[in-house]
Each structure stands twice: as structure tokens, then as C-alpha cells.
């Protein structure tokens, strides 16, 4: 296997963001790109990460699959700088780093022995879809932090809101399709983990709009899409009685 990437900031960031959540992933790679999907320790959240062929400077590869410990690979991307390439090879049981810049580094990491059953995306069904500028979006999380560990999100018609109850506060932001796009078959109404959520809106970075879907009392995915990388995540709802 050999990969190149220009200008992997961008990869490195995501990297970072993913090892939040887990710390050992399977890599899979092949003449599609590379992608990798993963749970967390508890069950609650999934990542699903892909790089497109075209995403890659160079692409030499056969299928092959790779077990990364996240926080070791982590700390060398961040070597990397916003002019650097970054090229990927594999060597029997290591995994051969280089970061070329006005110098090269050389790293290498072993690769783990993970288990081999692959983690299926769940086939979701959702009833409601919203767009909406992803700096927006991380900045409801933080707003609904202050008074809970838990945040809703409700949508009807042509209205969203993002919500939170704490025992003795409160905080809602509302917004109408003049500022968000809103596609809802039916009243949707969920609520999620602020810690996971927190997490997650890190991938803002990535792009200037987030895609959520959700449905009542149901799994959220939020999407973060560009021509050269998909991030997603999906967490599960927190199902707790009406005050």
C-alpha cells in the first residue's frame, strides 16, 4: 500500500476529531480510497470516515485493511503542516509515516491485531432533514451546555428548534426556514448527549454547513460533506420523560 496526500491538514484534523471517540480503528483501504467506520466504548456513537480516489496524489493499493491506534497516529499527523505531503505505506506489520515539508520525517507505527468483524452502518429511516450553517450549529451545542448535559432538537413544518432543560435553567433557539433548510415528513422531536455532541461539532472545520437527520425519539446522523472528504456521525437518542 502506498497513499500521498497533499496538504493533509485537513486529514489531520479529522483524525484528531475521530480519536475523541475511539482509539483504535480498522483502516480499509482500497482503489475506491480509503474510509474507515467505527464505534465508541460505550455503543452510543458511530464514525463513518471516507477519502475518495480522487482525494489522493498517489494511490497504489490492492484491498487491504489496517489496525491504527488513533492517539499515536494523531500526535505524528500533527507534525504535519498546511504545505507538507503526507505519504502512507505499509511495511510487513508497521505502517511507514512520511511528512516532506523543507525536511522529511520518517515514522512508523505497528499496526494492531483488531477484530476482524466488520461494523455495519445501521440502515436508518429518517423522517426529518436539516441544513444549516455549521458554525450556527456549534454555537447552539455550547448555548444548551451551559444548562444541561442534554440538548433536543424538534422540527415541524417549516420551524426548527434546538433546546435544553437543566433544574433550574433553560435555553432554545429558534429558527424558521428563512434561515435553515427544513425537510419534515412528520413532528420530529429527539434529544441527544451534550458530551458526545460537543465532540462532534469540532468537524465544523470541515465545512460551512452540517446536515442533521433525525426522527422522533430516534438516532441522529450529522453529516459534513466536501468534494475531497465524509465525515459522519450517528448517536443514539436519549430517551428520557417529559418534565
Known sequence: MLLKLERPKLFSDIIGIISELVLEVKIKVNKEGMSLVAIDPANVAMVIFKVPANAFAQLDVQDETIGINLESFKAILRRCSLTSSLILSTEENTLKIEIIDKIKREF?????????????????EFTTKVEMNSIEFAEAIEDCSIVS???????????????????????????????????SMEKAKSRYSLEY????IKATKINEKVILNFAKDYPLKLEFKTPSVELAFILAPRIETED
Open 108 to 124: 512508523t507505527l505497528t499496526l494492531l491485531d483488531l477484530d476482524s468483524k466488520d461494523k455495519p452502518v445501521p440502515s436508518l
Open 197 to 200: 455532541l460537543q465532540k462532534m
Open 149 to 183: 448535559d442534554s440538548c433536543g432538537f424538534e422540527a415541524e413544518g417549516d420551524k426548527f428548534e434546538i433546546f435544553a432543560k437543566g433544574p433550574l435553567n433553560s435555553a432554545k433557539l429558534a429558527y424558521s426556514s428563512d434561515e435553515v433548510k427544513i425537510e
